[in-house]
């Protein structure tokens, strides 16, 4: 009698293993939109954006089976790997250990760290700062990234001066259940850092195309800007960023890199298999604080003032008249006029909302609007010309995003909206009004490559943003390169800009306008480079 057949056999590859265990989809992780749109598969898992927020993250996720958070686990480090990462931790710490003691004018004592740790960690810093890793208050990590943490933590949440978040956002599929309730049970002082890789930067750009397993571990990929908007849905605010460098082995970056085995074997056998460097990877710590929940929203409203006795009153009072969805602020800087400009402005003075600067002397947009900073007190920043080139019914489009949440810089373009170029149409002076076209667009494109933007007009005088976009920021300019200078700087800063149509109607130079495109058009040009490669 024949043997009967065996039956068919099916060995599944790790790519379909990885798709059965991820059986739950989830809504997006920073702000819980159910709209996303497909990217790509990579070994059985199934990559989506956002659409409400470009957050990119995996769609359904394995509800159990991390091992995500335990460096010591990991295949990939050795003894070498494992000094370098405590040491990334250790400049990490003294980094944020930094910034808490200039805002509080002490050291802090304790710090809580949750997310990526090494046993290492808890005595790297010595007596300087006691160290309690995450990973000791629950059996295994799933509890730490499915349970909100005030209930996971108790009570002893309010002791600590850091709570440190190393990678850890990147590990949790419902990171703001997770984060219910924290704010409002910790110690208000307390410094709350988040240490991820920003997907925006340059070097994640380079290395998530070269590197292998990039994709492979993490849930989540965040930009500076998504982020900061969960961390405002779970009541916590912005503070500053900084960047970080990440200490690399020769070997380790072979490895990581799967460069061929006899390369690897001849790597390891020479003197060059422990050499280090540091290099910017993207890697990106933020800081936050609880959000103060009784300060209300209010708009900064900066009017620089020169030589405008024809509009500066006209302006001042549509302002004052304006009414919005929050309180606002008149900040009028003068800049000692030669006209009767002043004299406008005084007449102002004393009434309700409204602060004026004096200054002694003209020294150039940029300056008038940085003395303006120095005295708002909103959350918000508006600034406005002392003209009637923009319209100010356009308030109310340019404030939604931000007050909605959808936005933190908002730029009002020309060259949006039905009539889409409203830029410069000078009659008497059409050769020059050209000119300045060609050179718009010029600085928007030459912007967008240098930048990773995607905008039509970065020299609007409407700029609308949250005073956390420039924090950390050293503002310097005089005249005006500035409006430059600020947009690249809050770029830089983490903040993508959003576009919304204004109208526009500019105005002639037989009229008073100010700009000199010889002679400020260069300056300005020129701040796109310095602050794309300088120190913001």
């Known amino acids: 009698m024949a043997d009967a057949p065996s039956p068919l056999r099916f060995d599944p590859t790790p790519a379909v293993e990885s798709s059965r265990q991820r059986g739950m989809y989830i809504p997006c992780p920073s702000c819980e939109s159910q709209s996303q749109r497909y990217l790509f598969y990579r070994s059985g898992v199934r990559f989506v954006?956002?659409?409400?927020?470009?957050?990119?993250?995996?769609?359904?996720?394995?509800?159990?089976?991390?091992?995500?958070?335990?460096?010591?686990?990991?295949?990939?480090?050795?003894?070498?790997?494992?000094?370098?990462?405590?040491?990334?931790?250790?400049?990490a710490v003294q980094r944020v250990a930094a910034d808490h003691?200039?805002?509080?004018?002490?050291?802090?004592?304790?710090?809580?760290?949750?997310?990526?740790?090494?046993?290492?960690?808890?005595?790297?810093?010595?007596?300087?700062?006691?160290?309690?890793?995450g990973s000791a208050r629950g059996a295994d990590e799933t509890e730490l990234v499915s349970d909100p943490l005030r209930e996971t933590l108790g009570q002893s949440l309010d002791r600590y001066d850091i709570i440190l978040f190393n990678e850890f956002f990147e590990g949790v599929h419902?990171?703001?259940?997770?984060?219910?309730?924290?704010?409002?049970?910790?110690?208000?002082?307390?410094?709350?850092?988040?240490?991820?890789?920003?997907?925006?930067?340059?070097?994640?750009?380079?290395?998530?195309?070269?590197?292998?397993q990039f994709f492979d571990q993490k849930i989540?990929?965040?930009?500076?800007?998504?982020?900061?908007?969960?961390?405002?849905?779970?009541?916590?605010?912005?503070?500053?960023?900084?960047?970080?460098?990440?200490?690399?082995?020769?070997?380790?970056?072979?490895?990581?890199?799967?460069?061929?085995?006899?390369?690897?074997?001849?790597?390891?056998?020479?003197?060059?298999?422990?050499?280090?460097?540091?290099v910017s990877t993207g890697r990106v710590m933020t800081l936050f604080a609880p959000t103060a929940r009784a300060v209300a929203e209010r708009l900064s409203i900066i009017v620089p003032v020169f030589n405008e006795e024809r509009y500066v009153g006209d302006v001042l009072s549509a302002l004052l008249a304006k009414e919005l969805p929050l309180e606002?602020?008149?900040?009028v800087v003068e800049s000692n006029s030669t006209d009767r400009s002043r004299e406008i402005v005084r007449s102002f003075?004393?009434?309700?909302?409204?602060?004026?600067?004096?200054?002694?002397?003209?020294?150039?947009?940029?300056?008038?609007?940085?003395?303006?900073?120095?005295?708002?007190?909103?959350?918000?920043?508006l600034i406005q010309d002392a003209d009637f080139e923009y319209d100010l019914d356009d308030y109310d489009a340019l404030l939604e995003p931000i007050m909605q949440r959808r936005a933190s810089f908002v730029l009002g373009s020309r060259s949006l909206g039905l009539d889409d170029w409203k830029v410069r149409r000078y009659p008497r002076s059409r050769l020059k009004g050209a000119l300045m076209n060609v050179a718009h667009i010029a600085f928007a494109q030459t912007f967008n490559l240098l930048y990773q933007q995607n905008t039509t007009d970065i020299?609007?005088?409407?700029?609308?943003?949250?005073?956390?976009?420039?924090?950390?920021?050293?503002?310097?300019?005089e005249g005006f390169e500035f409006d430059i200078e600020l947009v690249c700087k809050?770029?830089?800063?983490?903040?993508?800009?959003?576009?919304?149509?204004?109208?526009?109607?500019?105005?002639?130079?037989?009229?008073?306008?100010?700009?000199?495109?010889?002679?400020?058009?260069?300056?300005?040009?020129?701040?796109?480079?310095?602050?794309?490669?300088?120190?913001?």
């Open 49 to 91: 954006r956002c659409r409400a927020c470009d957050l990119v993250y995996t769609d359904p996720v394995a509800p159990r089976g991390r091992g995500y958070f335990d460096l010591a686990a990991l295949k990939d480090y050795d003894e070498v790997d494992r000094r370098i990462v405590t040491y990334d931790f250790v400049d």
């Open 101 to 133: 003691e200039r805002r509080h004018g002490r050291p802090p004592l304790r710090l809580l760290l949750l997310g990526r740790w090494h046993p290492d960690f808890a005595t790297a810093l010595g007596d300087r700062i006691e160290v309690e890793l």
């Open 328 to 331: 606002k602020e008149i900040i």
């Open 349 to 381: 003075e004393g009434r309700p909302g409204v602060t004026v600067v004096y200054e002694d002397q003209p020294r150039g947009k940029g300056h008038a609007v940085r003395a303006g900073l120095e005295h708002a007190t909103g959350s918000i920043i």
């Open 220 to 278: 989540a990929f965040y930009d500076e800007e998504n982020l900061e908007k969960m961390m405002w849905r779970a009541d916590f605010t912005r503070l500053s960023h900084q960047r970080l460098r990440t200490t690399f082995s020769l070997r380790y970056l072979a490895r990581r890199l799967e460069v061929s085995a006899p390369a690897q074997e001849g790597l390891g056998r020479s003197a060059l298999a422990d050499v280090t460097f540091r």
């Open 174 to 212: 419902q990171p703001l259940h997770v984060l219910e309730g924290l704010a409002r049970q910790m110690n208000p002082d307390t410094t709350v850092a988040v240490l991820f890789a920003n997907m925006r930067s340059v070097p994640s750009r380079i290395l998530r195309r070269q590197w292998k």
């Open 459 to 477: 020299n609007t005088m409407l700029k609308v943003f949250r005073r956390e976009c420039i924090a950390g920021c050293e503002l310097r300019g």
């Open 490 to 536: 809050i770029v830089r800063n983490g903040f993508q800009p959003l576009e919304v149509p204004v109208n526009y109607h500019g105005r002639g130079f037989e009229e008073g306008k100010k700009i000199n495109f010889l002679f400020d058009a260069y300056p300005s040009y020129y701040q796109l480079f310095r602050w794309r490669f300088g120190r913001i």
